[in-house]
């Protein structure tokens, strides 16, 4: 179950069949990405490193220069790994980073590289340990910028409900601060697998004031929601509140590999 939080930019293609990896401990919910690291912390980039304009103001404030390229650390595991250091990447290499105005946490950076400029979020701790839903929602500050909320299949290429009524986009934003961290076994990676493939998994796309949009993917089901790079169970008050979003949602089955 993926759960990559993404800009608007300009439309990628989608595959006729979009391929569903069973997950390990170890997976993220996104699978494997372009990344940087910054500040302690993993960002993937955004729609797999697409080019980004801003329709404003150009970002101005420099945070550094990504100088590692983790490419020429793959299959290494040292205590100097470079992998959990800062200004390293796979993707960008020698790029700048930039404050976005609008997300002083830095929740989102942007990266000039080559004359373009591309996107970066938070997606974990460069140590891996936990972030809270609390604190990613709080850096991300959803609630103040979220406009709607779009439900759409688990590719992500067909919406299946619009959420306009700002006490249900509020409701679902609160169901998701009392989300708590999940402790998922292998066996639960494999359902998850399956409930994805069964057509149990939906993306919640919340657009955002600003014109772009950020993703968190949610099994119902299992009241699972992954955000960023992991996984969070819901509590049970959350579909007694808004379990009934989810009905009578058709999407086809997915394949699983």
Known sequence: MSGLAFYESSPIPQPASPQILQQAPSASPT?????????????????????????????????????????????KNTEDS???????????????????????SHFRIAVRY??????????AKVNDSAITAKDYLDMSNLKEHVQDIHILNHAGNDILKKMTDPVSVKSI???LYAAKTADLTNRDFKGIAEAQSQGKSYQLK?????????????????????????YYQLPDRFLDQSGDTFKNLKQDALPLY
């Open 114 to 123: 080559e004359q373009n400029f591309y996107l970066a979020e938070i997606v």
């Open 82 to 104: 470079d992998v959990e250091k800062d200004y390293a990447a796979t993707f960008a290499v020698g790029g700048e980073l930039y404050e976005i105005p609008a997300y002083p």
């Open 206 to 230: 919340f657009n955002l004031t600003d014109g772009t949009s950020m993703a968190m993917y949610i099994i119902p089901e299992f009241k699972i929601v992954s955000m960023g790079d992991a």
């Open 173 to 175: 934003i609160e169901g």
């Open 31 to 75: 699978g494997i990405r372009k990344f940087l690291t910054y500040n302690g912390y993993r960002y993937a980039f955004v729609d797999d490193g697409a080019p980004f304009k801003f329709t404003g103001t150009e970002p101005v404030k420099s945070l550094g220069t990504l100088v590692v390229d983790l490419n020429r650390e793959t299959g």
